[in-house]
């Protein structure tokens, strides 16, 4: 093997780092040369926020040295501790959740912090056109004279990489950047990133969509349980073999058995939901799910998948139009009255709509029925009775707790998610609503929750799966529609679909123009 | 720099000792300002100790101190359980007074074992519909509870002011502002003859007991614990929101309107605009200190009445201040709430690099 004639711009050396009795980090090493694009593979819990938190200054290592190339090219040891430090040595990460100033322009936000407050006035035409040049050289185009709030999300990110470069940084980190990008807005971002790149710049590029991984990055660095477990060109490498890296063990192909798909469950006609002036609100939506059939929504996020979601889950009502399940009306908003209507609702936000944090696993997994006859008498809960179903669904559903009595805080995103999805499926409802359902979760809980929703498929459960992962649409919708601006598009056979017409649509496309 | 890091879980000698170094930590910080005007620190606090819980006499008076404070800490800690802020015990207080007296002062005639049920029920019912009106604007209007119910205090004071000075005045009392006393058969029973004890303090720790086992037993009281940690899972879970909220006013107005009945039918057997010295403010005091657990409120409230009375004591035997029982209990409440900072979270120092 040639060695890489690039200079080394970062290495990480024997990086280790404790939290009492777990190692987070495990003597890592990582060389990053310039002009490199790397890829940082790993499950939640790997060790991949806390290596960049010690790179970016938010902690400090307990073993090991970070070095960065100076001016003069020559590795020197990072002190750690500071991100102002990391910042001034050239680092720049950009964050999967922003930190821009919303009422600021995309140009008050690139220059704010990097001049005293005083001179800002007298030196912007300078940082004016050392941005105008960035632009023109990566390919960010963006209006940078109005107010960030204003700025699509996808446009609020190269504001936020613009912000990295004006700081003319030479290691760029990328936390999860296309988690708010349509398909074709992240190939707009990776034809940045390698421009970037071919002038020298070194990129780390943190995802778990493996594709993207393999079709952007150079070299693949897999963290699994704190511990370095490859570190390989990604030519020649393919995303099973990734996928198993990442969990260290095989993961079993999905299955997804025929099925045929019965009577309506859920139909919508004409319907709309939310204000008018409303962003996520939908208009004169037409849509049936079926039992036995999993229908797909895709679309960027707000764009009216929330008000539909809020439809199903009767946290709103529709403002016109016709709502039935199974013939009957769904009218007001009305929780309550979607749970006894046999409706399974998995919401988009587990921590904030799902669970609530200070109480037990076994009084989680009985919010929604405590007042069926099961769960009390005469007003007063039956708690040994609720301990025990907990416990049994606890073990049916491989929930890795204390026990019933934990509260469910103490539980990771995963374990939590199958306390919801035991609420939800154990009901046997006649339609599942399944918002975002794996966000944020591992390989494994992911590959679990699948499974447990092409399960209720299978039983003759209508599922309504809204979701921005494109990979998961495709893996488990029979039909998938998609919303753009509260317009919902026909559902169409998910065989015959290829991921950029939906990609299009997505951007505001019709389905004739995508196709 | 110091970080806190969240625990997953408490140690139970952790929580032992962080309790008993919160006390200590107390008077530790009150013995500072004692030493500074001179006094002998030692003296006083075993004066004070002694005046609070040094005979039975004494013990007695503190119980009698601790029985409204009971009532006012358990209004706060359902309340607050619930996320829902009422300042208002104060004037809750006053209602359940005024209504005692309205019932209980000569209204009506009837024997004991009914005129003294009547009168709980009417003062805990007078608590409970001034704390429901600030509900019905949070629910309805999202007015803040915090303002309305403080405001209403001084409402609700200056509306009895009014009428002991109008309607409601004893003309017997040579003048002063006062209400007719309540019937003997309005009155509750004393618990030892020639103490001030009276039936009042069984009914707190019967409500203590009480209020415990609804919060965690029933349907109703898992309706509001999930209310209070998470409004929004609740309403999405489909949980009766406003109604769970409506009762937590029902029940936290009830509880310091008793707090107001239970002064009049028991102690003071006439209503005064002096009757409370702040029973409804430092009931706050006394649901913070006891983690807002319904038990706690118990030995909570007999604390910070045990600190009073002791300081009236001491204040009396050396000539200190009695403004220290206020210092003791805010000593308190500091260590409490930075002892519960220590049980929540792990402290770790990172030491700085020299950049």
Redesign the interface.
Known sequence: MHPDPRPLVLSLTGITKR?GPLTANDHIDLDVRAGEIVALLGENGAGKTTLMSILFGHY?ADEGTVFIAGADGQLAPL????AE?ALGAGIGMVHQHFALAENLTGFENIVLGTQSLWSLGLRSGTARAKIERLIADSGLAVDLDVPVARLSVGEQQRIEILKALFRDVRVLILDEPTAVLTPQEADGLFATVRKLAAKGLAVIFISHKLHEVLALCERVVVLRGGAKVADRPSAGADRAMLAELMVGRAIPARERPPSTPGAAVLSLRGVSVGAPGQRDRLEQADLDVRAGEIVGIAGVSGNGQGALAALV???AAARAGEARLSGVALTGA??????AAQVG?I?EDRH????????SVA?NYV??T??APE??RG???R?ADIRARAAAAIRAYDVRCPGPDAAIR?LSGGNMQKVVLARVLEREPKLVLAHQPTRGLDIGATTDVHRRLIAARGRGAAVLLISEDLDELFALSDRIAVVHAGHLSPAMDAAGLDVRTVGLMMAGHSAGEAA | ?IRF?PR??TPVWLTLTVSIGSGLAALLLTAIPLALTGAPVFTAFALMAAGAAGDGFALAETLTRATPLIFTGLAAAVAFRAKLWNIGAEGQLYAGALATVALGAGLIEAPSYVLVPLVLVGAAAAGAALLLVPVLFKTRFGADEVVVTLLMNFIVLLFVQMMLEGPMKDEMALGWPQSAPVLDEATLPKLVEGLRLHAGLVLALVAAVGLHVFIN????G??I??VG??A?????????VGKAMALVGILSGGLAGLAGASEVAGLKGYLTSDLSPGFGYAGIVVATLANLSPLGVIPAAIFVAGVFVGADSMSRAIGVSNYLADLVVAFALLSVLVGGLLTRFRIVL??????
């Open positions: 939290f400090i002190p750690g501790g500071s430090v889950a009767g946290l009305d929780p309550a009255g979607r749970v609702r919401p904030r709509d799902g669970t609530i944090g200070a109480l009084e919010l929604e405590i007042s769960n009390q007003g007063v809960m708690r103490a | 720099m890091v997953e879980r037993r029933t349907v109703w898992f309706r614990r999930a940690e998470n929004r899972a609740a309403r999405y879970a489909g949980l009766p990172v030491r700085r690099e020299a950049a």
